[in-house]
């Protein structure tokens, strides 16, 4: 509890806490980790990210067997869907936490929101390093 802010303008924040932002920063953030996996030494693989950057963005890895990750802004949350896999899709709901920072609550799993960083590894790692299990 010791990182809870004494203080926090939680209106302004409130209001910077829509869907609309939320798939924004992640969208921007998806992109980046796209291009930090292209820059690494060695890269090998054909990792592509698309995007329209009102509702929907993707990342795919063409190979073998081509893997998608589909994120969409539905209403109030984001969908992420797999066309190519079995994996169910993801509801990603964001809130806003007492410390005034971004998180995600998957719909339907327990425990702590996720920060943006942990959803984007769960979404992204499978296809940026597939034959190295997590």
Known sequence: MS???????WVSERAKCDIKSAFELLR?????????YKALPGFRGQIEFSSDPDWLFSVSRRSNITMVAVFNRVNDHIEITFPAQTQPPLKAVPVLTETGCWKFRIDGQEGEPLFDWQLRRCVLEPLLFPNQGA
């Open 28 to 36: 921007q953030a998806v992109e980046k980790d796209v291009e930090r």
């Open 3 to 9: 990182d809870i802010p004494r203080e926090l303008d």
